[in-house]
């Protein structure tokens, strides 16, 4: 088992439930792509997982619940024109992808990667960080505007099925 984060505690309860956040390794890939394919539309190659994991090791987290992954969020770290503020470039994380299954929602799970995703990042020293999320994803919504992201621009026609996102961001 691969030790959890620094300044995590072995575990954290919500909701009667028992969850930990850690690292993922190469081994755990095929569980997070399992997780992928079960609860969102959008698939990536195998390869990109292990992509991103080499590249950005610190910002591709996991929770568990009993030795199960049951979510996690994967980002990276890049240079460009800032999302928060109105001139400039900024180092800023990109949530590429978050995910938890259906049955462990609602039981801090989410907030707890993102929470801890955005930590990373500023150990990185990333000033931003910003994700999209499909327009119609109220839940997703609402739950990065808890954690302080703003609408930044709308992507219309932004995925595969011709959904449009919103671009959030927050400054870190």
Known sequence: MRPKLQGMQES???KARDYSVRHCG?????SVITVNTVTLPEHYSDYFYYDILKDFPSTFL???QGGKVVGYIMCRIEYGLSMTK???LAKKGHIISIAVLEQYRSTGIGTALIKEALEEIRKASGKECYLEV???N???IVLYEKLGFKVSSTLHGYYK???SA?????SL
Do not use: H, N
Request: charged share 30%.
């Open 26 to 30: 190469p081994d755990d890939v095929p």
């Open 134 to 136: 499909r327009t119609t």
């Open 161 to 163: 099925d011709g959904e």
């Open 166 to 170: 919103y671009t959030m961001a927050t």
């Open 12 to 14: 954290t309860t919500s």
């Open 62 to 64: 996991l929770a568990e």
């Open 138 to 140: 109220k839940g997703a």
């Open 86 to 88: 109105r001139f400039g």
